[in-house]
C-alpha cells in the first residue's frame, strides 16, 4: 500500500525567508502526487499535483514542487514567505485508482 | 467552480444519539468521500462511493455507515455516537481515475463534539 510521510509537523519561517515543507512516499506504481493548503477553519484546497508530466510542477500562491523518482520525494517549496501562507499543508499520494493517502500534515508559521 | 458543501460547521450531540452528516456536490462527480481529521493523524479515509447505492469501506469505517442515493449527495452516519468520534468531518468529491489526475475537491469541513 502507498504512503506518504512528511518530515516535522510544525515549520516555522521569517516573512521572506524560504519555505521548504518535506513529503515522502512509497509508491510500488509511478505516483500521482498532491499538496493540498488548509486555512484556518476551511477545508482543504489544491496547490498543485503531479501527474508524471514535468517534475517541477507550478502550483498556485507562489508554490512549487519537484518530484525526484531517486529519492522518493516530492518537498514544497516557496522562493519568498507571506503571512497568509500560514496555514497547515497535506502531501497525498493516489492509492489504487480512486483514492488519496493522506500525510500527517505540516503546519507552517510565519514570523513577522 | 467545483462546489462542496455540508449541512453544519459546527455539530454538537450527546453520546448514544444518532448523527447525520449530509454532503453535496455540484459538479455530476462519480466519487465521493468522508473523512475525518485530527490533529497528528491527517486525513484518514472513512468510506467512499463510486457510484449511487455503491459504498466502501475505507480505513477506519467502524462506528460509522454512509448512504447514497443520488449522485450529488453522500451521507456520512453514526449509529450511536462516541466521545472518541469527536472529531473534524470532510467531505470530497472527485471524478473517476484518471481524469483530471483524482483531483479531490473539498467541502468546509464539519466540527462534531460528541458530549
Known amino acids: 500500500a502507498q504512503s506518504v510521510t512528511q518530515l516535522g509537523s510544525h515549520v516555522s519561517v521569517s516573512e521572506g525567508a524560504l519555505v521548504l515543507l518535506r513529503c515522502n512516499y512509497s509508491s510500488s506504481v509511478p505516483p500521482y502526487l498532491f499538496w493540498y493548503v488548509q486555512y484556518p477553519n476551511q477545508g482543504l484546497q489544491l496547490l498543485l499535483k503531479y501527474t508524471s508530466a514535468a517534475t517541477l510542477v507550478k502550483g498556485i500562491n507562489g508554490f512549487e514542487a519537484e518530484f525526484k523518482k531517486s529519492e522518493t520525494s516530492f518537498h514544497l517549496t516557496k522562493p519568498s514567505a507571506h503571512m497568509s501562507d500560514a496555514a497547515e499543508y497535506f502531501c497525498?499520494?493516489?492509492?489504487?485508482?480512486?483514492?488519496?493517502?493522506f500525510g500527517q500534515g505540516t503546519r507552517l508559521t510565519i514570523n513577522p | 467552480d467545483v462546489k462542496v458543501t455540508q449541512s453544519s460547521r459546527y455539530l454538537v450531540k450527546r453520546t448514544g444519539e444518532k448523527v447525520f452528516l449530509e454532503c453535496v456536490q455540484d459538479m455530476d462527480h462519480e466519487n465521493m468521500f468522508w473523512y475525518r481529521q485530527d490533529p497528528g493523524l491527517g486525513l484518514r479515509l472513512i468510506y467512499f462511493s463510486y457510484d449511487v447505492k455503491m459504498k466502501e469501506k475505507g480505513d477506519i469505517p467502524e462506528g460509522y455507515s454512509v448512504s447514497r442515493e443520488k449522485k450529488e449527495r453522500f451521507s456520512l452516519i453514526l449509529e450511536s455516537a462516541s466521545t472518541n468520534q469527536t472529531s473534524m468531518y470532510l467531505c470530497?468529491?472527485?471524478?473517476?481515475?484518471?481524469?483530471?489526475?483524482?483531483?479531490?475537491?473539498f467541502g468546509p469541513g464539519t466540527r462534531l463534539t460528541v458530549l
Open positions: 497525498a499520494v493516489i492509492q489504487g485508482a480512486q483514492k488519496l493517502v
Open positions: 470530497a468529491s472527485s471524478l473517476p481515475f484518471p481524469r483530471f489526475g483524482n483531483e479531490q475537491f
